[in-house]
């Protein structure tokens, strides 16, 4: 006996901000795909054979509707502005499981083994663009921060990204 299971999705949405210009669009995709076979010997003697993947991507655009506005929050009133780009993430997976399964007499065997992959990459930088704090909205009239917040290189000064690639075997 073989069966298979395939299932394919691609979504386009908003972060859905409360100020609409500053709505970014995101993009998902993901691919499921299983297979399992059962092979029979004779009445006392089974095989199962499974495998299954999974890859689960998505993105932001690479530009920014206004990347000249920094993140602004004052507190309690309002934030507006983005500092958390560029985003990506990409997430694979695959799975194999093979058991032999033999019942002889008032005994019973199952011997097997699974195998399970998942690597995991993503782009999740926050504050590459300036993230600014003010407590109050006089702070702000003011221009006076209680807090800046920006991701940089500590040897060059340069806005940098953080990238990650993450294993389990």
Not at 19 to 27: D, G, K, L, Q, S
Not at 53 to 64: E, F, K, N, Q, V
Not at 119 to 124: D, E, L, Q, V
Request: aromatic share 14%; no cysteine.
């Amino acid at each position: 006996k073989i069966f298979g299971n395939f299932y394919r999705t691609h979504n386009d949405s908003l972060d859905g901000t409360p100020r609409p210009a500053f709505n970014r669009e995101r993009y998902e995709k993901s691919l499921f795909l299983s297979l399992n076979e059962t092979h029979i010997f004779s009445p006392n003697k089974i095989n199962e054979f499974k495998f299954g993947t999974i890859r689960y991507s998505g993105a932001r655009p690479p530009d920014l509707p206004h990347p000249e506005i920094p993140l602004i929050t004052i507190g309690p009133i309002a934030t507006f502005g983005d500092s958390s780009w560029p985003q990506a993430w990409w997430q694979d997976g695959q799975n194999y499981q093979n058991i032999f399964s033999w019942i002889h007499a008032s005994h019973s065997i199952q011997i097997g083994g699974e195998f399970r992959r998942d690597p995991t990459s993503n782009i999740n930088t926050s504050n590459y663009i300036p993230s600014y704090l003010f407590s109050d909205i006089l702070s702000f009239a003011n221009d006076k921060p209680l807090q800046m917040t920006r991701l940089v290189n500590p040897v060059t000064g340069i806005p940098t990204t953080v990238k990650q690639r993450l294993r389990r075997i």
